[in-house]
């Protein structure tokens, strides 16, 4: 147990809908990613919060939106759903300036 | 940004040893990881680089070349459980920001 926690775990939605994934990082964590992985693909970033603020972005969809709450815990909004978005989304984080990313077992997405 | 290389798939036998590569360029610089993955779960952290040289971790080691650019993996005494995803990640330098190669897919034969 890697001590992230993503929900849900597995979530099916039609084309149109608008979702929206949680994550809890690890106790005194304070920087969040949020990864999409297709099917055989690697893992896309599409954003990363620190401490609340935005630190970088990725190749996010404008559909697409994220935050990081003052509890450190994030969420990810995706909108206008397609079913080119079915995928697993990951979280993950780590200190910040830490040696390490500890991943959750992610959100499987099935956009039908 | 970042761009990061590393081969689709290697086979190798069981016990033998498989020699993973990865290069990158890369705005920045703070350190390069790799991870295991295996399919439908989550990346788990093997390694970690920041500095020139190697690190050993049991049956797994990896080395970094700053200069040049390049990392490897290196998996020892392989077993089948070995089978999996291996994903090389740099660190950028001002963001932090963590970005993975596409993954290199080891399958241990008997």
């Known amino acids: 147990d890697s001590g992230v926690t993503q929900t849900p775990k597995h979530l099916i939605t039609a084309t149109g809908q608008r979702v929206t994934l949680r994550c809890s990082p690890r106790s005194g964590d304070l920087s969040v990613y949020w990864y999409q992985q297709s099917l055989d693909q690697g893992l896309q970033f599409l954003i990363q919060?620190?401490?609340?603020?935005?630190?970088a972005k990725g190749n996010i969809l404008e559909r697409f939106s994220a935050q990081q709450f003052p509890d450190l815990h994030s969420e990810l909004n995706l909108s206008s759903l397609e079913l080119g978005d079915s995928a697993l989304y990951f979280c993950?984080?780590?200190?910040?300036?830490?040696?390490?990313?500890?991943f959750g077992q992610g959100t499987r997405l099935t956009v039908v | 940004g970042q761009n990061i290389d590393q081969p689709t798939k290697m086979t190798a036998t069981e016990g033998a040893i498989v020699q993973i590569n990865c290069t990158y360029q890369t705005s920045g610089f703070n350190g390069l990881f790799w991870y295991q993955q295996h399919a439908g779960e989550a990346p788990t952290f093997l390694s970690y680089n920041v500095l020139d040289g190697l690190e050993e971790k049991g049956r797994f080691s990896s080395f970094l070349s700053r200069s040049k650019g390049y990392s490897y993996l290196l998996l020892k005494e392989l077993q089948m459980k070995d089978s999996a995803s291996y994903l090389c990640a740099v660190r950028g330098g001002r963001d932090y920001k963590l970005s993975f190669g596409a993954g290199t897919t080891v399958t241990v034969r008997a």
């Open positions: 919060y620190y401490n609340g603020e935005e630190r």
């Open positions: 993950a984080s780590s200190e910040g300036r830490g040696p390490e990313a500890f």
